[in-house]
């Protein structure tokens, strides 16, 4: 079975200041997707940032990056120089073989000027 | 393409009543996955269909729960009977295909309330 930890209930962070998000996981599997989202007020949930587990390089895309530490079983979400817009919940998720998607419990990162 | 539909965005009920909710995945996803989520916590799966086929269903669904994929493109999710534990955002979301890193693309939900 998989299983996806965040231990972060909430973060504050001050604006243009990098935060990192925890998430760790739980898989027998070897191919399996690690998978980052982000949820405003709005509900909606918006894909950031995928790794692989076969992807030799951490993922990044503009502000996020995400640390891939496949020993550890950790793929932790940096935000750098965060913005007001940030504030919002942040879900881990994995994907083993490309079926369902298991999230953790979030983290709401909230972003003070 | 607009993204991930879901119809209604809101929706009241009374307890004991039925509910519809209706997604339209991106038109070119054959994957379509339905999750529960309750305030604080992370989406629950509930079940995914790859085209019209049911490929996996969750222990959360109990028998006042079904959906269909009739033609492989739009879904529904029927709950019978509701309940206050049913009151809920219900999130569909959908995805290009099978494989470990294809992302998925989410809804903006519906919301439940059971009173």
Not at chain 1, 91 to 109: E, R
Not at chain 2, 73 to 79: A, D, G, H, Y
Request: aromatic residues 12%.
């Amino acid at each position: 079975a998989q299983k996806i930890t965040q231990t972060q209930p909430g973060m504050f962070v001050q604006e243009k200041e990098a935060v990192t998000l925890d998430c760790t996981y739980d898989t027998s599997d070897p191919s399996y997707g690690l998978f980052w989202y982000k949820q405003p007020s709005s509900g909606e949930m918006i894909f950031l940032i995928y790794q692989g587990s076969y992807d030799q390089q951490n993922a990044t895309e503009g502000r996020y990056s995400l640390n891939f530490q496949k020993a550890r079983k950790s793929a932790n979400l940096v935000i750098s120089a965060s913005q007001l817009g940030d504030s919002a919940m942040y879900f881990c998720a994995m994907s083993a073989y490309g079926n369902q998607f298991y999230f953790g419990t979030g983290t709401s990162l909230t972003v003070i000027p | 393409d607009t993204g991930v539909s879901q119809n209604p965005r809101h929706k009241i009920t009374k307890r004991g009543q039925n509910v519809t909710f209706r997604c339209d995945p991106i038109s070119e996803h054959n994957r379509l996955y339905w999750y529960r989520q309750t305030l604080g916590q992370g989406p629950e799966f509930l079940t995914y269909f790859q085209n019209e086929a049911q490929l996996e269903k969750s222990r959360l669904l109990s028998d006042r729960f079904s959906a269909e994929r009739p033609k492989g493109s739009f879904s529904t999710l029927e709950i019978q009977r509701t309940e206050q534990g049913d009151s809920a955002m219900y999130l569909c979301a959908s995805s290009l295909d099978g494989r470990a890193n294809t992302e998925a693309f989410f809804g903006q939900g519906t919301r439940l309330t059971v009173v």
